[in-house]
C-alpha cells in the first residue's frame, strides 16, 4: 500500500480513465480517424501514467522534510519505502514510460513525438527538484503536464492521420479535446495553489516562496477566487451556447460542475483553517472527475 500511495494512485487512475474516455467515449463513437488500436492506447496510458508516477516518487523524496511538518502521518519515504528503493522506482518508471513513447512514436510514424515524453520526464524532474521552489512557476509546470496527458491522446490519435480532406473534421475533434486540458489546467493550476496554502506552515519552514507565503492567505484566496470564476463563466457559456439542445448535457453540467464550481467559489471566499483548503482540494478532484466523465454524453448529443 505503501507504493501505491507513494504514486498517487488515485490521481494515476484519473488520467488513464480521463485517457481511455477520449478515445472510447469521444473519438470511437464519431467515427474519427484514429491510430492507435487497443493495445496501442493501452501502452500510451501506461507510458503516461508511468512518468507521473516516476514525477510523484521525485517529489516525494525532495519533500520528506516539508510532509514531516505538513503531514506527518502520511510521510512513505524512510518509513514504508527506502530512499534507495524510492530513486531505482523513479529511473525504472521513467526508463519504462519514455521507453513505450519511443515504441508509440514510431509506429504512428511521428518520431518526434517521442520528445514529448522526454520533455515531460524531465520536467517533472525540474518541478519536484528546483521549479517548484519558485513562485507560481512550478504550479504552472505541473498544470501544464496535467493537461499534457490529455492532449497527447489528441496528437496520438489525430495527428497522423490528418490529410487535406479530412483536416477540418480532425481538427474539430482536437480543439474539443484542447479544451479540455485547458479545463484541466486552470482547474489543477487552483488546486496547486490550494494545496499550497494548505502546506503553507511546513513550506515557510523549508524557505519555499510560495504564493500565499508570498503574499498572504487572505490575498491567495482572491486569486484563487478569481480562477475559479474563469472556468465557471467558460462553461456557463458552452452550456447556454452549445448545450442548450441536449438537455441531458445541460442537466449534467449544472448539477455536477456548475453548481460545484459554485459552491467552490463559495469555500473560497470564507477559507481560513487547513482543513477548509483541503476540502477544496478535495472539490476540485471531484470537479475534473465529473468533467472527464461528461465526455461520455457526446454520443447522446
Avoid at 91 to 102: F, H, K, P, Q
Avoid at 202 to 209: E, H, Q, R, V
Avoid at 221 to 229: A, C, D, I, K, R
Wanted: with cysteine; proline share 2%; hydrophobic share 55%.
Amino acid at each position: 500500500m505503501g507504493f501505491l500511495n507513494l504514486i498517487r494512485w488515485k490521481n494515476l487512475l484519473l488520467i488513464a480513465m480521463a485517457q481511455f474516455l477520449i478515445k472510447y467515449a469521444f473519438l470511437e463513437p464519431y467515427a474519427a480517424i484514429t491510430s492507435l488500436n487497443t493495445l496501442d492506447i493501452i501502452l500510451l496510458v501506461l507510458a503516461t501514467i508511468c512518468i507521473a508516477a516516476a514525477g510523484n516518487i521525485i517529489n516525494d523524496i525532495n519533500d520528506v522534510e516539508t510532509d514531516a511538518i505538513n503531514k506527518p502521518n502520511k510521510v512513505i519515504i524512510g518509513k514504508h519505502i527506502s530512499e534507495k528503493t524510492a530513486y531505482n522506482l523513479f529511473i525504472s518508471l521513467n526508463v519504462v514510460g519514455v521507453g513505450i513513447g519511443y515504441y508509440l512514436s514510431n509506429t504512428v510514424g511521428r518520431s518526434g513525438f517521442f520528445s514529448l515524453f522526454i520533455i515531460i520526464s524531465v520536467l517533472l524532474y525540474l518541478y519536484a527538484t528546483y521549479l517548484k521552489q519558485l513562485l507560481l512557476i512550478g504550479n504552472i509546470v505541473v498544470s501544464i503536464m496535467v493537461a499534457l496527458s490529455i492532449i497527447i491522446v489528441g496528437l496520438f490519435e489525430l495527428m497522423p492521420n490528418m490529410t487535406v480532406e479530412n483536416q477540418t473534421l480532425q481538427l474539430v475533434y482536437f480543439k474539443t479535446i484542447l479544451n479540455y486540458a485547458n479545463l484541466a489546467f486552470i482547474l489543477n493550476l487552483i488546486r496547486e495553489i490550494a494545496k499550497d496554502t494548505e502546506d503553507i506552515e511546513g513550506d515557510a519552514k523549508t524557505g519555499i516562496k510560495t504564493l500565499p507565503i508570498v503574499i498572504g492567505k487572505t490575498n491567495t484566496n482572491y486569486v484563487l477566487l478569481g480562477l475559479s470564476l474563469i472556468p465557471l463563466v467558460s462553461i456557463f457559456f458552452y452550456v447556454s451556447d452549445s448545450l442548450y439542445k441536449n438537455q441531458m448535457a445541460v442537466i449534467y453540467f449544472l448539477i455536477f460542475i456548475i453548481a460545484p464550481l459554485i459552491y467552490l467559489c463559495i469555500k473560497v471566499i470564507t477559507a481560513k483553517l487547513k482543513s477548509d483548503y483541503t476540502h477544496i482540494s478535495n472539490i476540485l478532484k471531484l470537479i475534473m472527475l465529473f468533467g472527464m466523465l461528461s465526455l461520455l454524453l457526446y454520443r447522446y448529443s
